[in-house]
């Protein structure tokens, strides 16, 4: 089992930037599938961006292609969301979301495939 920790949120103007970090307790970080989802106020929780275990691949929803990265450091447990060019409409809690005993080199973009979610972060874009 792991848990999940995020931080990094804050409040931003258009056009600025943040990185959220996903601490991950457990040795067994570096064979989960990750993700990014996130919440806006009233409405469901919309997948963001997802990366691979083993053979690194990485999917990204349509509206933030281009100006969110996300990546994982293994040897720090944990996983990243760099976002760029950040708009109001990005405003919103962020979790981070693992699962164990996925194929290698495989990512999913809906939430009910993931076991272990964070508590989440804020992130609120002002324009």
């Known amino acids: 089992q792991v848990q999940l920790v995020e931080s990094g949120g804050g409040s931003v103007q258009a056009g600025g930037s943040l990185r959220l970090s996903c601490a991950a307790s457990g040795r067994a970080f570096s064979t989960y599938a990750m993700a990014w989802f996130r919440q806006a106020p009233g409405k469901d929780r919309e997948f963001v961006a997802a990366?691979?275990?083993?053979?690194?691949?990485?999917t990204y929803a349509n509206s933030v292609q281009g100006r969110f990265t996300i990546a994982r450091d293994s040897t720090k447990n944990t996983l990243y969301l760099q976002m760029v060019n950040l708009n109001p409409d990005d405003t919103a809690v962020y979790y981070c979301?693992?699962?164990?005993?996925?194929?290698?080199?495989?990512?999913?973009?809906?939430?009910?495939?993931?076991?272990?979610w964070g508590q989440g972060t804020q992130v609120t874009v002002s324009s």
């Open positions: 979301a693992g699962v164990a005993g996925r194929n290698r080199g495989a990512t999913y973009a809906t939430g009910n495939e993931y076991d272990y």
């Open positions: 990366i691979s275990w083993g053979v690194i691949k990485t």
